[in-house]
């Protein structure tokens, strides 16, 4: 287990923090309106909205702007599980798959609940220095709880030798 995690994730909790870290690093989600709704160390909930900067021309959210959001889900997990960890771990998307069910016309809620597969992924990686990849499932569902869209985003994972090693 990270001891730093919950630094990162009451940082990201904070919402004035996470806006200045989604401007600096993801503009583009910042604009889109993706935020995290809740984040634990095993669990994530992040929203997008239907909005101008998220709409389609068929009235719904812009499938891209789903993804962030469902990525980002996955994504703070794994960015916890990997806070200032020694050694450092790159962590890198490899793959992502979608399926979509509805229409996304509000605000759409990602909830991610992989933080264990991602931290003992983490953890074989350190282990064994060998990259280690996961398949994480992020469920995307509307305001009255149906089923919108699911992702399933794969992550690879590999520690960092250490400088001058």
Known sequence: MNPNAETLIK???????????????????????????????????????????????FR???????AMAAEMSTGVLAMAHTYKSSPTISMLVTKLEANYFKKATGITNFTCEDGSLIESAIEKAIA???GQTIR????????AGE?????FIT???KARKPQGK
Do not use: H, M
Not at 34 to 50: A, F
């Open 147 to 151: 089923l919108v869209a699911e992702f």
């Open 155 to 157: 992550w690879s994972f």
């Open 60 to 66: 719904s959210t812009y499938f891209a702007c789903l």
């Open 136 to 143: 994480a499932k992020s469920t995307g569902t509307n305001q």
């Open 128 to 130: 064994t220095g060998e």
């Open 11 to 57: 940082s990201l909790k904070n919402p004035v923090k996470l806006r200045v870290f989604l401007f600096n690093q993801l503009p583009s989600a910042f604009f889109s309106g993706v935020r995290i709704k809740e984040l634990d160390q095993n669990r994530s909930v992040t929203t997008v909205p239907y909005k101008w900067f998220s709409k389609n021309p």
